[in-house]
């Protein structure tokens, strides 16, 4: 029988733009790795960069674990850029794979944009005492991460062993097992090494709360939940009562803002689809032949082309995504649109305008004045020819004036029902 592994290792996949999401992650992966005794946590990083707090929450979850963390850029074409630069920092291990870069770390806002002076100085002292405190205790070159965040400066894997930001360049997560196995960078506990057959490699499964907020954080999942909450409450509005647009709408429009929130956004575009929404609720109450309705969906369409800045692996949404949606959306809220109007249009079946022509039935009565019993109310009456009439009798109301009514009495064909 084989024997079990000597050395166990936890693998960890991060090829994303660091959210919220990834910092559940790494939290997630931390525990699994100490509550499993394994040995070593690989992480597999691929990231553009992301926010400074969900990066804070990765490097807490690093710096706090009891079991050693490895990071490894890779494979090739990998980047660690902007925030990536700073977990490479953390890690106990740092290793890239040939034809990777790593750096660019100066802080830029949430669309890519540089952030104002004294905001930006703040910033970069911040992350300049953050990240000297991991390379010094790991032994990296502390100038060239300080290079990093003050001059943005970018390198190959090559130069960054060379330049010890780096300890073990390794093409694949083997070839790094191997270097640390063979006592290349050794980690406590294991300063003797172990071979290839004494390691084995297992691979993390993420848990339900990283899977529903890397959900939640797709640029295109907060977008469709941005136009159907738009879309479910604008429904609401126009035919109140249903209760289903309106409750799924406002949960949909929470959960958008959230995401939107921590996305990468142009508010322009945001502020254009919301316009999107006014121009639709001005149609309800102006007649524009239709006017403020295209007005509306351009506004939609617009926004919806601009609210996530295209850029470097920020392709933007996909035009065939906008035009379905917009299309689909403006379909609703026209919908609502024509329902609101045909129930401005159609004639009252209720009130005093609802009563004319309607039929009634005479409670009281002498001579040619009396009471009638109509859509559920008693009103005064009066004939229009002054006859006089006998309680039970059926009369179909000619006008109202005020509260008496004028009317007439009817005779209702066989089967006809007779009014109670």
Known sequence: MPSEPKFRVLTLEMEAAISPAEAELMAQATAA??????????????????????????????????????????????????AGVFIVAAGHIAAMAPQTTIGAATPVGMGGEDVPETMARKAINDIKSMVRGMAQAHGRNVDWYMRAVEESDSITAQEALQLK??????????????????????????????????????????????????????????YFLLLGGMAGLFFEFVSPGTFFPGVVGGICLLLALYALSILSTNVAGILLLLLGLVFFFLELAFISHGLLSVAGILALFIGSAILFPAGPGEPGLPFATIVVTVGGVATILGFGVYLAAKAQIAKPASGREGLQGSLATVRHWRGNRGQVFAHGELWSARTADGSDLNVGDTVRILRVDGLMLTVERVELSAGEDRLA
Do not use: C
Request: glycine share 10%; hydrophobic share 45%.
């Open 33 to 82: 790795a100490a509550e499993d005794d394994y040995d070593l946590l690989l992480v597999r990083l691929d990231t553009p960069g992301g926010t400074v707090e969900a990066t804070r929450g990765i490097l807490k979850a690093i710096l706090n674990s009891t079991v050693p963390v490895a990071v490894w850029v890779g494979p090739a074409g990998a980047r660690a850029a902007s």
């Open 165 to 222: 930001v780096i300890d073990i360049l390794a093409s694949t997560p083997e070839q790094l097992m191997e270097a640390i196995g063979s006592g290349q960078k050794t980690l406590p506990g294991w300063e003797s090494g172990f071979s290839a057959e004494e390691y084995a490699i297992e691979e993390f499964a993420p848990g339900w709360r990283y899977r529903l907020l890397a959900w939640l954080l797709n640029p295109q999942v907060a």
